[in-house]
């Protein structure tokens, strides 16, 4: 069997029938990660996880990334929960070049913060759990 049939039957175990529609994309080398934090809409806070294939846990976020994964969120209006994670990370685009990429959306129930701030991820949490505590008051 070649890899496609391989992968084809491995996807099966996860219920995804064979005509399922699948995102394909070119091979980058990945050189940083960053985790940010989206609340309602707000990238909250953010931190580098990953330099150079290297787990780090950087604080400090370029505004680039930030204002990049914001940009993400206002253009595509996607959520899929009030808090959820959006990771961005920076692939080698040409010999002399680099751009910023989505890397992964993902849960901020299951979520690693790493170095994000959390009195900033809290607080918004906290305005975001109280309002739907009181909606169901």
Known sequence: EDSWDKDLKLMGLYDIPPEALVVAAPVYKILREWRT?????????????KEDDKFVR????????????QGVV???KFAPDLAWTLDICEVTRSPSGSELKVLEV??????GFYGADPESIIAAVN???????????
């Open 74 to 76: 206002d253009k595509t």
């Open 58 to 69: 950087i604080p400090k976020v370029s505004d680039e990334v930030v204002q990049y994964a």
């Open 127 to 137: 305005i975001v759990a109280l309002k739907e505590w009181e909606s169901y008051q």
């Open 106 to 111: 993902g849960s901020f129930s299951c979520a």
């Open 37 to 49: 934090i989206v609340v309602e809409g707000k990238v909250v806070a953010s931190s580098m996880y």
